[in-house]
């Protein structure tokens, strides 16, 4: 059997922990793991592609690395286009991020941005997100993603549907399964701290308290991974409400 190409990308740069320990795993697999990462961290820059700009790339190691001042997006594009050109990729891995990806994070997470893009692409594509930020065991997390890896490779996705993993933070013997889950609606309490400079200016940094607590309906991402399950949630290109366009028919919302 030939070997398999896996393009592997990240948002929180080529330093990350995550993005590292699942490389060695996947490079143990004797999988050809082409590896494009961000410069740095670009977490929250969803899907978003720099047009402002010429964006560079460089070789880290001669065993398929490289680095992109650019977003994770950008990373897929010059990836798939600039390096790998001919050569399509058997499977895109986004991840491990340091950071849980649940509920309405998926809209501004550049890893599942990444998945996205490759998704866009025709390549079957995973991100890969611990559900907190708190001490997260990528080890485990990637012996893990390993599995699914195996199993995708296997079986395939749905045409234009990527998936949104998310392991749960508990020791691995303690993980009772995978669910197949449906996007929750929020993993964040949204914090705005307010700072002034010593030259008296004011400005703002965006953030946000991470929470399991809030929002946990039956059969979501976060309520899986709380109860001590990987969460595995498709998600599709095509974000058109399809019922919406039914109800707004019924209220005649044409004749305007």
Known sequence: MDKYTIFLVNDDGYQSEGLLKLRKKLLKENFRVVTVAPDRNMSGTSHSLTFTRPLKIEKLDEDFYYIVDGTPADCVHLGLQVILKDLKPDLLISGINTGPNLGNDIFYSGTVGAAREGTI????????????????????????????????????????????????????????????????????????????????????????????EEECEKGTDYTAVRDGFVSITPIRLDLTDYRGIEELEKLTFLSI
Do not use: C, H
Request: glycine share 8%; no cysteine.
């Open 121 to 212: 692409f025709g390549i079957p594509s995973v991100a890969f997100s611990p559900a907190s930020s708190k001490n997260p065991d990528f080890e485990s997390m990637s012996t893990i993603a390993l599995k699914i890896v195996k199993k995708v490779l296997k079986v395939g996705l749905p045409e234009k549907v990527f998936l949104n993993v998310t392991f749960p933070n508990i020791p691995i013997g303690d993980i009772k399964g995978y669910l197949l889950t449906r996007q929750g609606r929020g993993a964040y309490k949204e914090r705005i701290e307010k700072y002034i400079s010593p030259s008296k200016e004011v400005y703002y940094w965006i953030g946000g308290e991470e929470t399991l």
